[in-house]
């Protein structure tokens, strides 16, 4: 079975500065790698995913992320944190014939400062 | 074309009563999901379905109950609700492509078992 680990329950960093939310998985085959965002009150939206093309992914809101094999890891960065960032972020994992249910972390709050 | 919706938004229940929760999705998927959302726990599936006529349990299936009698609907219902199962629920759906499918998600739906 798939897990993800999420370090790091609250993230603050101040607007300009560089966020870097961190997501390890475990699979015994090879994994597809979600990022999400959950605003206040809201549903979730997907950042970006990787799906074993590039390992260097981007994604919508100057979000990239890089899926390393060897550090089982897939991390989420952005250069430049904006006010709008402040939300809470899972990193999800699914392999193939699953009919692609997600196995979620258990999130990251990031929080923006002025 | 509205995604996926979920009805009610909020709902305040006894122990002991029942409801049902109703997913519904305008964008032909196939793949349909119920999630629930505690603080500190990230989303954890519940039921999820490949097609019409078909359910499968996910990894908290117990006291949960689903129906996906027409493709664009997936109803999760609750029996004799108990004060555990107070959490957010999330609906998701997504359309098979072989792998690292993006799961579209509802706004939720906000449960307090009293």
């Known amino acids: 079975a798939q897990s993800v680990t999420q370090l790091g329950s609250h993230v603050s960093v101040s607007e300009g500065a560089l966020v870097l939310l961190r997501c390890n998985y475990s699979?015994?085959?090879?994994?597809?790698l979600f990022w999400y965002v959950q605003y206040p009150n809201q549903g979730l939206q997907l950042l970006l995913k990787?799906?074993?093309?590039?390992?260097l992914v981007k994604g919508i809101n100057g979000f990239e992320a890089e899926f390393k094999k060897s550090e089982t890891s897939f991390h989420l960065t952005k250069p430049s944190a904006h006010m709008s960032d402040a939300a809470e972020y899972f990193c999800a994992v699914s392999v193939s014939g699953t009919a692609s249910k997600l196995t979620f972390g258990t999130g990251t709050r990031l929080q923006v400062t002025l | 074309n509205a995604g996926v919706t979920q009805t009610p938004k909020f709902r305040v229940l006894k122990t002991g009563q029942s409801m049902t929760l109703l997913c519904a999705q305008d964008m032909n998927h196939e793949y349909m999901y119920w999630y629930r959302q505690d603080p500190g726990m990230g989303l954890r599936l519940i039921h999820y379905s490949v097609g019409e006529g078909t359910t499968a349990k996910g990894e908290v299936p117990d006291g949960y109950n689903v129906s996906r009698l027409k493709k664009q609907n997936f109803l999760l219902g609750l029996e004799s609700a108990a004060p555990s199962q107070t959490s957010v629920y999330f609906c998701a759906s997504s359309s098979p492509l072989g792998g690292g499918e993006t799961q579209y998600f509802g706004p939720g739906t906000r449960l307090l078992v009293l």
């Open positions: 990787y799906t074993s093309a590039a390992t």
């Open positions: 699979s015994s085959v090879p994994p597809y």
